[in-house]
């Protein structure tokens, strides 16, 4: 499945974005879908991710600032971050894979497509 990404930008700290996800051509109806982040100089780690059921989980940096969340007819997925931090500035990745087994949904590797990134900068 394609996947494009939108809503990047430049935010100061305690500001809000949200990320979309679309899919190109269907819908996310079986899909399992994960929000990574990779800053410069680091590794990619998982955000969040979401289960076809709606069965979300969190890393822990950001419990509770961040929701993610699918639109009913299941063709968007949204990365809602509010209370932004400098930390939290890297580029955003979407992942989709169907059937995903949601024990490995913070596996980058249990993703078989991705989005192309949108630059999330927050400043202090």
């Known amino acids: 499945v394609q996947l494009v990404e939108s809503g990047g930008g430049l935010v100061q700290a305690g500001g809000s974005l949200t990320l979309t996800c679309t899919a190109s051509?269907?819908?996310?109806?079986?899909?399992?879908i994960g929000w990574f982040r990779q800053a410069p100089g680091k590794e990619r780690e998982a955000v969040s991710c979401i289960s076809a059921s709606g069965e979300s989980r969190y890393a822990d940096s950001v419990k509770g600032r961040f929701t993610t969340y699918s639109d009913g007819a299941k063709k968007t997925v949204y990365l809602q971050m509010n209370n932004l931090k400098p930390e939290d500035t890297a580029v955003y990745y979407c992942?989709?894979?169907?059937?995903?087994?949601?024990?490995?949904?913070?596996?980058?590797?249990?993703?078989?497509?991705w989005g192309q990134g949108t630059q999330v900068t927050v400043s202090s």
């Open positions: 051509g269907t819908t996310f109806d079986y899909y399992g």
């Open positions: 992942a989709a894979e169907a059937m995903l087994a949601f024990f490995s949904c913070t596996s980058g590797e249990a993703f078989g497509s």
